[in-house]
């Protein structure tokens, strides 16, 4: 049994959802990347962050659902940090190119 | 829904189903003592497979280029598929599903105090889907091409351009497996974790918990949370394959490095997904077999959490000589060599249980004993290969292989012989014989030893993983070198030749062994408090749990043990 | 109600019901599937593979509709929930069947936008930016779907008097379904730089 738990106002969330959508969506259309990455992704993440504190309910229930999520959401963080250095970074500037010098068999590598 | 025991809550409704029919009862059970023994018998039934064909690519290794009987010859290709599958399938098709689902099934609704798993029918489920993935696995054994030989890592581009791979639908059928099996064990997972975190009886606290399902639930956490970016890399590399993306295609923009990231991230937790389990199943047999309270076990539980944190910041220590970046190389070092700690402060913990006890060596007592003994030379090793420096020369040898059998075969076999040995009066309602046990132990231990520790030297030596015929090697085709092959080999079926003591005691036994009574071991947990087997339903009234599960040999009581559900006024 | 499945599934020692505990369980698994990919292609577009300027080639007025469909179905999904917290099983069935709906039109919308960008030469394997964007929107309809189907067999059991608290589980299910969306659309349809 859920109990009963406070209701926010659903329509009224819903609204300034679909504000958050139209300020998103016009964003981009003054082409400045700056502004893009705040009104697409910053707005991405408080629409987000919205529909899961009160659709969702995370605001109303036991901390331990808020934690669940938060550990996944910081893992991928950890999983994309970890590879990014990796699969971004294709100039190592810690090579040594001994080919072209010919140092290769000196140095034994 | 409080906590208070109701009377809702204890009345178990299950004394009034009637009979089931043979269809309901042993084909599609909902009840989790059964669906445990279907995921028990089919991962047995994997790991004879996966067992035959480690026989098949020894006896090619050390008789290279003969007909191996019941196989034929092997040569490149069918020793590609040889090892691969070997591999995978003991991962995923035997470690899984006999200690995780298996065993998981089997004790964490009895050692809760519940009478079944929340999600029955969920259950049931989870292992259909896994059935169908064995079944697709040894489906891909016999399309054209054959199964897929891109070893169980299956780096891209060798395993997503079949021009590449030689196993066009083989590949795509072994993907589609182990994407199964992940789904399976998914859903599993949820069922597990759910039962422990709500399901447990009155009385039993966290702490009160033991820690044989304490470690499945961390291990099946750990599970769900690292295979997510595995399951979307699976995705990736099935059209990559089918459909001709190119995710992991550098012509085509991709990068296969990216594969290796979303696999490692995965492998490694994965380890300890499998490591777990067999933890804490060693734990309880420790406890129960030394007559003394577990030490530590608030220790021990927060070395688990630690270790299963720790899994996360491990994975490159695979890629160490992938061409990633050095210094990305020397973080995951100290993360690799700082996760051996918290390990071997469990190992510890269960040597300091020992200490003083009174131990009795019954066969899970052997196994759980060689268990300490052969991980500890596992683990050590893998601190040799945790250092990148050391790791450059034995990437890909022998040495990594060796290390990973010593980690791997504890895990998996001894923790299966322990765990099996250790219930099965509870599973079958009779007991094994001890000493079909013991002679079945010896013989699967010493040769374990026999084959794998003179595989470190074959490592030191330089011979690297994944070749069919050493011969096309001048300095790995020497006498000496080839002698060790042929005596790793031979002990092999040594060992294979044995696990028949233990098939003739375990069928024998359940048919025609002595009968258990309820609590042969005099054990403290929840399981021994009711009969062998359990009945449906498991306890005629649920419990009241009162204490923790380690309370043996405590001062002042007649009896050496105290079961967690005798009232605390109750002699 | 609960003659049916046994004692376990009725308990709560953490206080949360079971069902709702594992569908959580379910969308942190599912954060890590769609998360994964959702890094994979970050990374492959932040390390400038060709290709990627392709969203600009998308259409943001179809991404948004959808964007504001999925939304608005959250919204009735969220009110069936209420409507069967108080009792009142007629309203919450039509609100489940107005998500439903909305359901169809978002997959409408998505088969429209495919085949529209089909036929003019933008397939799967044409570059890694399509590769990621039908096989992500494609795996996101793939999950609208399963949504969809389950939402219909609630939708019937709780006419017929049971199971109320699964429309608060499919609700939960069908806000994840929809948090995905809200950020696969500015990753595939703004993002043009």
């Known amino acids: 049994m859920s109990g009963a738990h406070a209701h926010p106002n659903y329509v009224k969330i819903w609204f300034w959802l679909v504000i958050l959508l139209v300020i998103s969506t016009l964003g981009p259309m003054l082409e400045i990347p700056a502004i893009t990455l705040v009104t697409a992704f910053g707005i991405a993440v408080v629409k987000a962050f919205m529909v899961a504190a009160n659709f969702m309910h995370i605001k109303f229930e036991k901390h331990i659902i808020w934690f669940m999520m938060l550990m996944s959401l910081t893992l991928l963080g950890v999983f994309f940090f970890g590879v990014a250095p990796d699969v971004m970074q294709t100039e190592g500037d810690q090579w040594i190119d001994c080919i072209a010098d010919n140092s290769c ?5 | 829904m409080s906590e208070a025991a109701t009377a809702e809550q204890t ?75 070997h591999g995978t399938i003991m991962i995923f098709w035997v470690a899984m599903p006999v200690l995780i689902a298996a065993f998981g099934n089997f004790l964490i609704p009895l050692m809760c105090g519940c009478d079944d798993m929340v999600f029955p029918r969920l259950n049931r489920l989870s292992y259909q889907i896994f059935l169908v993935s064995a079944l697709v696995l040894i489906l891909s054994f016999f399309v054209k091409g054959g199964g897929f030989g891109g070893a169980w890592t299956a780096y891209p581009p060798l395993s997503s351009v079949p021009e590449f791979s030689l196993t066009d639908w083989g590949a795509s059928l072994w993907v589609l497996a182990v994407a199964l099996e992940f789904v399976s064990f998914l859903l599993g997972g949820i069922n597990f974790v759910t039962t422990a975190m709500n399901a447990r009886a009155p009385g039993m606290k966290m702490m009160d918990i033991p820690i044989a399902v304490w470690f499945i639930v961390i291990a099946v956490i750990l599970f769900m949370a690292s295979v997510g970016p595995l399951i979307a890399g699976a995705v990736m590399l099935f059209m990559d394959q089918r459909i001709g993306t190119t995710f992991f295609l550098p012509s085509g923009g991709g990068d296969p490095l990216l594969w290796e990231h979303l696999f490692w991230f995965f492998g490694h937790p994965e380890v300890y997904v499998v490591l777990l389990p067999t933890m804490g199943i060693v734990a309880d047999i420790i406890t ?50 700082l996760i051996s700690i918290p390990i071997a402060e469990m190992m510890f ?7 003083g006890g009174s131990i009795e ?47 791997f075969f504890p895990i998996t076999i001894i923790g299966m012989f322990a765990a099996i040995t250790f219930w099965f009066p509870k599973m079958f309602g009779r007991m094994m014989n001890e000493t079909l046990g013991k002679i079945h132990f010896w013989g699967t231990f010493i040769p374990f030893n026999c084959i794998f520790l003179p595989l470190f030297f074959l490592g030191l030596a330089g011979q690297h993983r994944r070749i069919y015929n050493y011969n096309h090697f001048p300095d790995l085709a020497t006498e000496e070198l080839q002698d060790i092959r042929v005596f790793a080999t031979t002990s092999l079926i040594i060992m294979l030749l044995f696990q028949v003591v233990f098939l003739y005691n375990f069928f024998y036994s359940m048919f025609k062994g002595e009968k258990a009574p309820d ?53 | 109600m609960s003659n049916r499945g046994p004692v376990a599934t009725h308990r ?58 999925l939304l608005t179905s959250s919204l009735t999904v969220v009110l069936a929930h209420a409507a069967i917290e108080r009792g009142d099983r007629k309203k919450a069935f039509n609100f489940i069947w107005c998500t439903f709906g909305g359901g169809i039109v978002f997959l409408m919308v998505k088969i429209y936008e495919y085949s529209g960008k089909i036929i003019s030469g933008h397939t799967i394997t044409e570059n890694l930016f399509w590769s990621f964007y039908y096989t992500m929107t494609g795996l996101h309809a793939l999950h609208v779907i399963g949504g969809m189907a389950i939402m219909a067999l609630i939708s019937f059991d709780i006419l017929k008097g049971y199971n109320f608290q699964r429309v608060e589980l499919i609700g939960i299910y069908w806000h994840f379904v929809d948090l995905v969306w809200i950020f696969l659309f500015p990753l595939f349809y703004i993002a043009n730089f």
């Open chain 2, 11 to 85: 009345e178990n409704h299950a004394e009034h189903h009637e009979e089931l029919s043979f269809l309901y009862k042993y084909i599609l059970p909902v009840d989790h003592k059964m669906i445990a023994m279907q995921y028990m018998f089919t991962g047995l039934i994997m790991a004879v497979i996966g067992g035959f064909f480690s026989y098949v690519f020894r006896m090619q290794l050390a008789f290279p280029g003969e007909s191996i009987p019941l196989f034929g010859i092997v040569g490149p290709g069918e020793y590609n598929m040889l090892v691969t599958n």
């Open chain 2, 519 to 571: 609590n042969p071991w005099k054990a403290n947990t929840l399981e021994w408090t009711v009969p062998s087997p359990p009945p449906h339903g498991n306890f005629k009234t649920l419990p009241t749990v009162y204490r923790g599960a380690y309370e043996y040999s405590v001062p002042g009581r007649e009896m050496d043990y105290w079961p967690q559900n005798m009232p605390p006024d109750e002699k």
């Open chain 3, 12 to 69: 709560s020692a953490t206080g949360i019901p079971s069902g709702r505990l594992a569908i959580w369980w379910v969308v942190a698994s599912e954060i890590f599937i769609f998360g994964g990919l959702i890094s994979c292609f970050v990374l492959f577009k932040l390390n400038g593979t060709p290709g990627f300027e392709d969203a600009s080639q998308t259409s943001v007025i179809a991404g948004a509709f959808n964007t504001f469909v």
């Open chain 2, 349 to 355: 913990s269960y040597i300091a249980t020992l200490y």
């Open chain 1, 105 to 109: 068999v000196e140095q034994r590598l």
């Open chain 2, 288 to 337: 129960v077999f030394s007559r003394k309270k577990l030490f530590g076990y608030r220790t021990i539980l927060y070395t688990a959490f630690a270790t299963g944190g720790l899994s996360f910041v491990v994975w490159a220590h695979h890629q160490f000589v992938a061409g990633i970046d050095p210094r990305m190389a020397n973080v995951f070092v100290v993360t690799t060599v």
């Open chain 2, 361 to 407: 060596y019954t066969t899970p007592m052997l196994w759980a004993l060689s268990f300490l003994v052969a991980f500890l030379i596992g683990g050590v090793t893998g601190i040799y290969l945790g250092a990148s420096a050391v790791d450059v020369y034995f990437h890909d040898s022998y040495f990594v292989l060796a290390h990973f059998h010593y980690t």
